[in-house]
Nanobody
Framework: QVQLVESGGGLVQPGGSLRLSCETA????????IRWYRQAPGKEREFVAG????????DYAEYVKGRFTVSRDEAKRAAYLQMDNMKPEDTAVYYC??????????????WGQGTQVTVSS
């Protein structure tokens, strides 16, 4: 059974740091691109960061470049989002996504349940 479980969310002050984890099971983790999305109250879901395999292939939303770092651990079948210099506008539910598009094949798209991140003083 496919599982993606986010953790590490919580309350943090502006300028603080938080590290999110995405633990996975039930699929070929090494073949999937892992992406983090977030959805703030009253707003649409937006892309935050992504990491492929090999892990040096990364991508970040302009809003988080220089502040967030995405990574993955193949042995642990997990991905991470290190968030530094956090701002109130980072407040959102953060979701872990695993996606694979086979060459001229089907698409696999899995999501976690989300973890709440609140940046407030």
């Amino acid at each position: 059974q496919v599982q993606l479980v986010e953790s590490g969310g919580g309350l943090v002050q502006p300028g603080g740091s938080l590290r999110l984890s995405c633990e996975t099971a039930g699929f070929a983790f090494h073949d999937f691109v892992i992406r983090w999305y977030r959805q703030a109250p009253g707003k649409e879901r937006e892309f935050v960061a992504g990491v492929a395999n090999p892990a040096f292939i990364t991508d970040y939303a302009e809003y988080v470049k220089g502040r967030f770092t995405v990574s993955r651990d193949e042995a642990k079948r997990a991905a991470y989002l290190q968030m530094d210099n956090m701002k109130p506008e980072d407040t959102a539910v953060y979701y872990c996504n695993a996606r694979l598009r086979e060459f001229f094949g089907r698409e696999y798209d899995y999501w976690g349940q989300g973890t709440q991140v609140t940046v407030s003083s």
